[in-house]
């Protein structure tokens, strides 16, 4: 089956940011509705609704649970059943990790299924400034950045090679118009140079949208100035 269009996916998403928004950000949705609500509202540029929601401290809220007791998370929103049972926080786990950086492209290949590649993206200006710094473990890759002084940016990453499935572990996003001053393990690649000559690095790509690099493993560290706005 075809994927929805464009425009159906956009009115879709706008039709939910107006809903939380006259709800004053409640979330009431199922398990399965709250999995995805905060990728699609991240992946549609609504981090500042995905935010409202987890900062409400109103029933119902995840704040809302905490504050109540015994700490954590209940199986209904109103706690009329365990309230030790976490089954809404699937999707804020994975919006956490996309925050930082991470972001997991789900590929069902049958039901139930899903072949997953690890991508790490340097956050975008905006956020970084809002964050500084993020370090995260996630399918045994360490991945950490700092937002230091005149926009310079530094990113250290941990691969293990084990985590490589075929010729390629993690794939590495920088934003468009970063330019690299100090690197380790890919200064010549980042430069021009042969791919072949870097051991752990599989390609490095750049375009209008940015520089990737394919890693398959072994560490790395990124220093560069980012100049987009």
């Not at 981090?47 to 809302?64: I, M």
């Not at 209904?76 to 950086?101: K, N, Q």
């Not at 870097?198 to 980012?226: A, M, P």
């Amino acid at each position: 089956n075809a994927p929805p269009s464009a425009d159906i996916q956009q009115a879709v998403v706008d039709t939910v940011v107006e809903q939380l928004t006259n709800r004053s950000f409640a979330i009431t949705s199922g398990a399965l509705g709250a999995r995805y609500l905060f990728q699609v509202l991240h992946a549609f540029g609504q981090d500042s609704v995905a935010s409202k929601v987890l900062q409400r401290t109103e029933a119902p809220s995840f704040n809302f649970m905490l504050e109540q007791g015994p700490g954590t998370i209940w199986e209904t929103w109103d706690g009329g059943a365990s309230r030790s049972h976490p089954m809404f926080c699937g999707g804020v786990g994975l919006y956490l990790y996309t925050l930082a950086g991470v972001e997991v492209d789900e590929m069902p290949a049958t039901v139930g299924v899903s072949q997953q590649q690890t991508i790490m993206r340097v956050p975008t200006t905006a956020m970084r400034q809002a964050l500084q710094s993020a370090a995260v473990l996630y399918r045994g890759v360490h991945f950490s950045w700092v937002q230091g002084s005149n926009n310079m940016v530094a990113v250290d990453l941990d691969v293990p090679y084990t985590a490589c499935e075929g010729d390629t572990a993690v794939t590495v996003r920088f934003p468009a118009g970063a330019v690299f001053s100090n690197t380790d393990g890919g200064a010549a690649i980042l430069a021009g140079g042969d791919d072949a000559q870097h051991r752990g690095v599989s390609r490095v790509l750049v375009d209008e949208l940015g520089t990737t690099v394919l890693l398959q493993g072994g560490h790395f560290s990124f220093t560069f100035e980012s100049t987009e706005q």
